[in-house]
């Protein structure tokens, strides 16, 4: 599914997922040959349009340094 990450300093990204993380998780993105970003998820939003046939899914996460 795919799920778009919130809470990053360059903005959001998204990303393909089989499971979502947990509030509470930490989670580790790699999205360049040398990039990659460690967050705490904060936040977990579901969004469902079921006469557009569309869903989104939103993932705020803190970043971890």
Known sequence: ????IEGLQQ?????ELQIL???GETI?????????VR???TGL???INQHANEQKVI?????LF
């Open 21 to 23: 993380p947990r509030i």
């Open 11 to 15: 903005g959001s990204i998204e990303v």
């Open 59 to 63: 993932l705020t996460i803190r970043p």
């Open 45 to 47: 939003e579901h969004y």
């Open 1 to 4: 599914m795919r799920v778009e």
């Open 28 to 36: 580790k993105v790699m999205y360049g040959a040398d990039a990659e």
């Open 39 to 41: 967050g705490e998820v």
